[in-house]
């Protein structure tokens, strides 16, 4: 079983500063199978980064992805305050599908 | 745009079955594996099962295996989800989503809503 570990658990940022998200998996991961996704109150989960640096349809460039191995990084170079979210990663291996316990970024 | 949409959600004692539903109006639900995420309140998602575009792969995460089925009607652009035995531990909101090849998963429902109490 792989295992995700994100942090820091809460990021308190304010508007227009850089976020920087780390997700560690407890095996080495194929760059294809990492994404990150946001989650807002009340709402879906919204896929933002696939392939650990392809962004979804739609994605704002100030969002990117990076990392091999076992890190990964979801970077928010300028925050928004329509940022405020809770971030999740997520990787794939052979049948199963894992998420990470998320990052909150708060927006002072 | 995708718009996939859940209902069957509900409340349901423990040890009892329900099943959700998922359709997408959509023109491509054929050509596209699928799947169920759920969320616990409080909690991150968690994956629970996945059916490939022809439903000749399925894969169901260890916390459901045995007791829910996933299945789907290509002809009627429909995804279901047979719940069994369920358990309090099984209350969340779940999801039907779209699985692409990687492994993530490129949209999703709106949620329903799976309550079980006695």
């Known amino acids: 079983e792989i295992v995700l570990t994100q942090s820091p658990g809460t990021l308190s940022l304010s508007p227009g500063e850089r976020a920087t998200l780390s997700c560690r998996t407890s095996r080495t991961t194929d760059t294809r199978s990492l994404a990150w996704y946001q989650q807002k109150p009340g709402q879906a989960a919204r896929l933002l980064i696939y392939a650990t640096s392809d962004r979804a349809t739609g994605v704002p460039d100030r969002f990117s992805g990076s990392g091999s191995g076992t890190d990964f990084t979801l970077t928010i170079s300028r925050l928004e305050p329509e940022d405020s979210a809770v971030y999740f990663c997520?990787?794939?291996?052979?049948?199963?599908?894992?998420f990470g316990p998320g990052t909150k970024v708060e927006i002072k | 745009e995708v718009h996939l949409v859940e209902s069957g959600g509900g409340l349901v004692q423990p040890g009892g079955s329900l099943t959700l539903s998922c359709r997408d109006s959509?023109?491509?639900?054929?050509?596209?594996?699928m799947g169920w995420v759920r969320q616990a309140p409080g909690r991150g998602p968690e994956w629970i099962s996945y059916?490939?575009?022809?439903?000749?792969?399925?894969y169901n995460a260890d916390s459901v295996k045995g007791r829910f089925t996933i299945s789907r009607d290509n002809s009627e652009n429909s995804l279901l989800l047979q719940m069994n035995s369920l358990r309090v531990e099984d209350t969340a909101v779940y999801y039907c989503v779209r699985a692409r090849s990687g492994g993530y998963f490129d949209d999703w429902g709106q949620g329903t809503l799976v309550s079980v109490s006695s």
């Open positions: 059916i490939s575009s022809t439903s000749g792969t399925i």
């Open positions: 997520q990787q794939y291996v052979t049948s199963i599908f894992t």
């Open positions: 959509g023109l491509t639900f054929s050509y596209y594996s």
